[in-house]
Nanobody, 120 residues
């Protein structure tokens, strides 16, 4: 059974920083890509940043230059460093693992979500 466990959310003032972490556990051979999505109240879930096992990255335009995604392929972990946070970054952030290869299948998985609130 594959699980994603997230940590690092919280309340921060505008201009502040937070770091989110996510660890995938289980009998995993490899993961094609790991990343972060977010969903604000009344809005659709959107991609924030993702990093493939090759090292290629993809960022939402709204976070470019402020957020940095990093990944440890060997440990199946992904970090999201968020700087210069804005109130519009407030959302529930979800870790995503796409293309998780185990002995018997290839699947996508989601974490339980962690709240990030940017407010003074």
């Amino acid at each position: 059974q594959v699980q994603l466990v997230e940590s690092g959310g919280g309340l921060v003032q505008p201009g502040g920083s937070l770091r989110l972490s996510c660890a995938a556990s289980g009998s995993i051979f490899s993961i094609d890509a790991m990343g972060w999505y977010r969903q604000a109240p009344g809005k659709q879930r959107e991609l924030v940043a993702a990093r493939a096992s090759s090292g290629s990255t993809n960022y939402a335009d709204s976070v470019k230059g402020r957020f940095t995604i990093s990944r440890d392929n060997a440990k199946n972990t992904v970090l999201l460093q968020m700087n210069s946070l804005k109130p519009e970054d407030t959302a529930v952030y979800y870790c995503n693992a796409r293309g998780v290869h185990t002995m018997i299948r290839r699947n996508d998985y989601w974490g339980q979500g962690t709240q990030v609130t940017v407010s003074s």
